[in-house]
């Protein structure tokens, strides 16, 4: 009788472990390990739930003078602030929507479903300036402002089509706003460059 509990019993374990196992490897493979936010297959995931439903937004952020900050401060500073953006941008994330950290200095905020651009732009613009309020790394008063591209397609358009988009406006933003302090020397990245004229609609 002991033998016919027990491998019920020892069943539900390994199977209770099972699930935990798989639910922690998935928080893994969606996550940003050093600043906790979603990554790139987290975005992935988020904007397939939103292929058929109108129209959808994405926000892309790229942090200004993040480059200065490094060569000031150090790399392991530089992190921490990278840190610190992510929770505020988490802060400041609706239900519905998803914060991921692309890269570097790189984040993007899938907006969902959006009812119209009006309303898409008033999440942008939320959004830069929850960025532009000051934020406190190691006993450091700073403000991290970030650059920030909008774009809203049809629902089923390629989520690398959207982030393009909203990629062009955003570094047309972050050359409008330049100040002298900028980056010197050659350009290392696309949107280190002068901008084009974006023909998107």
Not at 22 to 36: I, N, W
Not at 90 to 99: I, K, M
Not at 132 to 148: D, F, I, K, Q, Y
Request: hydrophobic share 45%.
């Amino acid at each position: 009788m002991f033998a016919e509990l027990t491998l019920p019993l020892a069943t539900a374990g390994w199977a209770a472990i099972a699930t935990a196992t798989a639910a922690t490897l998935h928080r893994r493979l969606h996550t940003d390990e050093m600043t906790g936010l979603g990554n790139r297959a987290a975005l992935r995931r988020h904007a397939r739930r939103y292929r058929r439903c109108g129209l959808v937004g994405a926000l892309l952020i790229d942090l200004d003078q993040f480059k200065a900050i490094n060569d000031t401060h150090g790399h392991d500073f530089g992190n921490d602030v990278l840190t610190a953006v992510a929770a505020r941008l988490a802060e400041n994330t609706a239900p519905g929507e998803r914060a991921v950290r692309l890269h570097g200095d790189e984040f993007a905020l899938h907006l969902g479903r959006v009812a119209h651009h009006a309303v898409a732009q008033h999440r942008a613009d939320q959004i830069a300036q929850a960025l532009a309020e000051p934020l406190h790394v190691r006993g450091r008063r700073l403000t991290a402002l970030g650059s920030v591209g909008l774009a809203v397609a049809e629902a089923g358009a390629p989520l690398g089509e959207l982030l393009g988009a909203a990629d062009r406006r955003m570094y047309r933003a972050k050359h409008a706003r330049r100040t002298p302090v900028a980056l010197s020397g050659r350009p290392r990245r696309v949107r280190d460059l002068p901008p084009q004229p974006d023909h998107a609609a």
